[in-house]
């Protein structure tokens, strides 16, 4: 799909600032779109929607379909008349982090007050509740349930429940039993569709199109794999029998074992992917524009033996994609996609991008390693691409520009230097604000899409790094706040984007 010359913003919800503790769906997001606006700029890249597991990652939700109920705002909740102002206990929250263990809890807790009222005096949300529960019914049902036993087994992954239940036996018995956790799921889910439409809403009337991310893999801890294990390469254990990851790579001399179950393709192709068909279909209903991330595994995944430790002795094994895409293509029509098609890339996940016009992404931080040729430089862009001066997996363009040996990649001090003053020739800069170079490059690039993390626009070092890849700790908690975004900023954006065609209104 050939998208019009446009430009945004690459920023998380949970990096929104705010009293909670967390980003949410409220007032703040209302006027980081507001910014948007203003700043000439009419795309908003997010992250995964979907509720977190393990390692409070994006990228590891408990469900392909239901949303983060972290993200709901109190606010928005006490205004709806399901939370009182005693509800709400004063709790000062980091600003600039975001602290998951003590968050999780807090919310945990405001949203049971808010099941506990509606359950008392349903608020004239009975009916609206009960539409949604309908409207969400493919997957809603199975997920309610998954959280509720979940609970009832001291939240342990599922493989770990008693056998009946993992195995999806006994579950008449469960839903009685477990009737009133499983309508509290039910309506926590309930209530972050309702606030996320209405932001879509804002969004929309403001000209501001949202690119969503899914991702090719879900989580083996999801009530995706509980509720489908047929789907899934799995032992009769229900153990994956290999796993996902990439092999060694730019960030891991030991590639990245990410441990996602893999498709059973085979099982997917005779059921006509229904399960991937419903999943894009109802991400198409939340966001505009869908990023496909990890798309070279479409043509072939490394499959890593289940057991493994690292993500060294996986092999490539083919995925269906060509006939995946075609299927989405003809169920829902032309598809709004973006290829993430970073990494090792060859021929065949350029052929199978380009038979469905898919653009793909070019990263300005990649650009520099080696000649004139780069794909990355902008002198070598096609028009259907979308070009990013870095992504949530990378430094900030100030962190990358100073260099820190051995942090995320093979590069030496000798490579980094290197590739400095390369930069700094191509940019035809000193340096000074090596942020906005990056910023300038790719608005000026041929790109159709020009997508600039938020941490590169207020011109953050490696402090704002959102995601060290192959690592555990300190990941996505980085938050801007309440006074960080400036006119000046505002006026920067803009002036660019007026200048190189890629002004508001165009999308």
Not at 40 to 49: A, V
Not at 359 to 376: H, T, V
Not at 437 to 451: K, Q
């Amino acid at each position: 799909m050939i998208f019009p010359r446009a430009s945004g913003i690459l920023l998380h919800l949970t990096s929104l600032p705010g009293q909670f503790g967390i980003g949410d769906l409220g007032a703040e997001a209302r006027k980081f779109v507001d910014f948007l606006v203003a700043s000439g700029q009419s795309l908003w890249q997010i992250l995964p929607l979907g509720p977190t597991g393990y390692g409070d990652s994006p990228y590891q939700s408990l469900s392909a379909f239901a949303g983060n109920t972290l993200l709901i705002s109190p606010a928005q909740l006490l205004a709806d008349g399901l939370l009182a102002a005693e509800d709400i206990p004063p709790i000062g929250f980091p600003q600039a982090r975001v602290d998951f263990g003590r968050v999780i809890a807090f919310k945990r807790m405001i949203l049971e007050r808010a099941f506990a009222r509606f359950r008392e005096k349903p608020f004239g949300f009975r009916e609206e509740f009960e539409r949604f529960c309908e409207w969400a019914a493919s997957w809603l049902d199975d997920y309610a349930l998954f959280r509720a036993l979940k609970e009832a087994h001291g939240e342990a992954p599922w493989n770990l429940w008693d056998k009946a239940f993992a195995r999806r036996q006994e579950l008449a018995q469960a839903r009685a039993q477990l009737r009133e956790r499983i309508e509290a799921h039910k309506f926590h889910q309930f209530l972050f569709f309702k606030q996320w439409l209405e932001l879509k809403s804002y969004c929309s009337e403001r000209g501001v199109k949202i690119i969503g991310d899914v991702p090719l893999f879900v989580a083996y801890d999801s009530a995706d794999v509980w509720a489908n294990p047929h789907l899934f390469k799995l032992n009769e254990n229900g153990a994956p029998k290999v796993v996902a990851g990439v092999p060694p790579d730019y960030f891991s001399a030991t590639g990245q074992l990410w441990g996602n179950p893999i498709y059973d393709w085979d099982r997917l192709k005779s059921e006509g992917f229904h399960w991937w068909i419903e999943r894009v279909r109802w991400t198409l209903q939340l966001v505009d524009i869908v990023r496909l991330d990890h798309f070279r595994g479409f043509v072939a995944c490394w499959e890593v033996p289940g057991e493994d430790k690292t993500a060294e002795r996986g092999r490539w094994v083919e995925a269906p994609g060509n006939e995946l895409l075609s299927a989405l293509t003809e169920e829902l029509g032309q598809l709004p996609f973006i290829a993430e098609d970073l990494g090792f890339i060859t021929t065949d996940v350029i052929a199978l991008r380009d038979h469905f016009g898919f653009p793909g992404m070019r990263i300005l931080q990649y650009a520099f390693g080696g000649d004139s040729r780069d794909q990355n430089l902008p002198h070598n862009y096609p028009r259907n691409a979308v070009v990013y001066t870095g992504t949530h997996d990378n430094d900030t363009v100030i962190g990358w520009f100073n260099g820190r040996v051995g942090v995320d990649s093979t590069r030496d001090a000798e490579q980094i230097e290197r590739e400095r003053r390369f930069c700094m020739k191509y940019l035809n800069t000193d340096g000074r604000e090596i942020n906005w170079d990056f910023i300038r490059a790719a608005f000026a690039s041929v790109a159709d899409l020009a997508i600039v993390p938020l941490q590169d626009v207020l011109g953050l070092g490696s402090e704002a790094r959102m995601n060290l890849p192959a690592s555990a700790e300190g990941n996505w908690s980085w938050r801007y706040t309440p006074d960080s975004l400036t006119e000046e900023h505002s006026r920067r954006l803009r002036e660019l984007s007026e200048l190189y065609g890629r002004s508001v209104g165009t999308v």
